[in-house]
């Protein structure tokens, strides 16, 4: 018969312990998945690599993993179901297949955040609206009706503190310079949309065109929301300034230094984590 003494066994139980530890360190359960095209706007492919860094730096501080493709392909059941988040950085899934994939994950509870231009759908164009569940049901924003120009930057109110993503943002910040987008559809009129995010009326103008439509004088511009119905947020931000016009080509900005956007950001995560879901009334 073997013998433990009792410094044996606290030793043994001080070995698992750190085994213990050291294996959740080493495979945390909570995983991030980022889809991007990264090749038809110089301004997104910028803000994808500026994303895929910043997220790999984020994870390896807070204990998650982040991983990144390309391969829209890997937008499939056996794939998603290895993952606690989704993100789209750029574009949006094409292939039925792909879409009915995807669509099933977010029905069947997972989570979701989109930047910028994984909302945009104008029919005609190489990015058309021809898919109601994404563009009217979930997203609620429907196509894209227009967008300021230049970049800039613009005053955002935050209208809802309750909200686990807002609550210690404060009431009002200055987001990075972004070209920001309209929708066709009103998404204060559908009962599921929470907007959170809008642009205030003191940011107005907003753009310096040089077309007069690309310069904001007035109205409601909603750029934070989300689905009462799933576990999403759309963000509006994820456009970099380029220096365009003068041919270099240059980065001008850069949408992660701004450090209150990043709160919103880790929140949003922060609460996917917890598995926290708004339920509609």
């Not at 300034?241 to 929140?267: A, H, P, R």
Request: with cysteine; glycine share 6%; charged share 20%.
């Amino acid at each position: 018969m073997i013998r433990f003494t009792n410094f044996k066994v606290s030793h043994l139980l001080l070995a698992f312990l750190c085994y213990y530890l050291i294996a959740q360190i080493h495979h945390p359960k909570f995983k991030v998945i980022a889809f991007y095209t990264g090749k038809n706007d110089k301004a997104h492919v910028s803000f994808v690599h500026e994303a895929n860094k910043w997220f790999t730096e984020l994870a390896a501080k807070n204990e998650f993993t982040y991983d990144s493709t390309n391969n829209w392909d890997n937008m499939n059941p056996n794939f998603l179901a290895k993952f606690n988040v989704v993100m789209f950085l750029d574009t949006r899934p094409d292939k039925p297949e792909q879409r009915i994939a995807f669509e099933q994950y977010m029905k069947n509870g997972g989570a979701w955040i989109g930047f910028h231009f994984a909302a945009f759908a104008l029919t005609p164009s190489d990015f058309p609206q021809n898919w109601d569940w994404y563009h009217n049901e979930f997203l609620g924003s429907g196509e894209y009706k227009g967008n300021s120009w230049r970049p800039t930057s613009a005053i955002l109110l935050v209208e809802d503190k309750n909200h686990p993503v807002t609550r210690t943002l404060p009431e009002r910040f200055t987001a990075a310079p972004n070209e920001w987008y309209s929708w066709k559809n009103d998404l204060r009129a559908n009962p599921d949309i929470e907007v959170l995010l809008s642009i205030d009326p003191s940011s107005f103008p907003v753009g310096t065109g040089p077309k007069q439509w690309e310069i904001w004088h007035k109205g409601d511009f909603p750029v934070v929301w989300t689905n009462r119905k799933y576990r999403m947020l759309y963000i509006n931000m994820g456009h970099n300034d380029i220096d365009y016009e003068g041919g270099t080509n240059k980065e001008l900005s850069f949408t992660f230094k701004n450090k209150t956007q990043n709160e919103l950001i880790i929140n949003t995560l922060r609460w996917y984590q917890k598995g926290g879901r708004k339920i509609r009334n």
